[in-house]
């Protein structure tokens, strides 16, 4: 596992900026769904967002709450959010190095977690799950917002996943990941939105830096997919478009 992790490290130093620039991450409505989901309880103080990688979940979370700490496992992408952080003129966020499965921070300390495209990158998606449990106040919310698959193609859409980004683990279906943050020990878990975000494949490669060998491979495995796979995946459209579907849950400890 501590291979999976050391991939993501590497692939992350050399794609930071691409992420930071990266539309789907920058923006996207679920950033202000995060928010809203945070005003509708008392103005918490004090945020930790989990695999922040650029900071733009971060920077969200600065509007809305008295602190914010923004944690990643590759200390480039926090060098990258620190220099967008001061670049914007946001001082209420802080950064810390840390690994999603052991979080370095003591128990209780917490009102809100989140965790936002990037919980698919992780080995043990369940023991981070119970790492945000744990640093959480009584009472407090994870938010989490992350690809999902649907059960007909989720060998192939992982696979695809995978060719592209080595640094990718596992992206479950809807009811995949409510089941690991139930089996974490939140209180109660619902999931809020599913949505779907269609991506120009050229630009989706291109942002991983994929090799051209292993993009091949990924295009193979999409052109040569049962009609019914390549109808939930890819859009009948110029520039060629792949479907990914996003959900955001809500679990309470």
Not at 78 to 91: D, F, K, S, T, V
Not at 96 to 124: K, M, N, Q, S, Y
Not at 185 to 203: H, I, N, Q, Y
Request: with cysteine; charged share 35%.
């Amino acid at each position: 596992m501590d291979d999976v992790k050391e991939k993501a490290k590497k692939q992350f130093e050399q794609s930071g900026r691409n992420y930071r620039d990266s539309a789907i991450h920058a923006k996207g409505r679920d950033l202000e769904w995060i928010i809203e989901e945070i005003r509708r309880h008392p103005s918490p103080f004090l945020a930790l967002d989990i695999a922040t990688g650029t900071g733009h979940t971060a920077f969200a979370l600065s509007r809305c709450v008295r602190r914010v700490v923004g944690c990643d496992l590759t200390p480039e992408m926090l060098r990258i959010a620190a220099e967008e952080a001061e670049r914007r003129g946001i001082g209420n966020v802080t950064w810390a190095e840390g690994d999603a499965e052991r979080l370095p921070f003591p128990d209780r300390l917490f009102d809100v977690v989140t965790c936002r495209i990037a919980a698919h990158h992780f080995p043990r998606a369940e023991r981070a799950f119970a790492e945000a449990r744990r640093v959480l106040v009584p009472g407090g919310r994870m938010i989490l917002v992350d690809n999902y698959v649907p059960e007909d193609v989720d060998e192939l859409l992982n696979r695809v996943e995978t060719l592209r980004d080595p640094s990718h683990f596992r992206a479950h279906t809807l009811a995949g990941w409510t089941r690991l943050l139930r089996e974490a020990g939140f209180a109660a878990v619902s999931l809020r939105r599913k949505w779907e975000t269609p991506v120009v494949l050229e630009e989706w490669f291109l942002r991983a830096k994929t090799p051209a060998h292993k993009k091949e491979e990924a295009l193979r495995l999409l052109r040569n997919a049962p009609r019914r796979a390549r109808d939930l995946l890819l859009l009948p459209a110029e520039p060629a478009r792949l479907i990914l579907r996003k959900g955001m849950w809500v679990a309470e400890k």
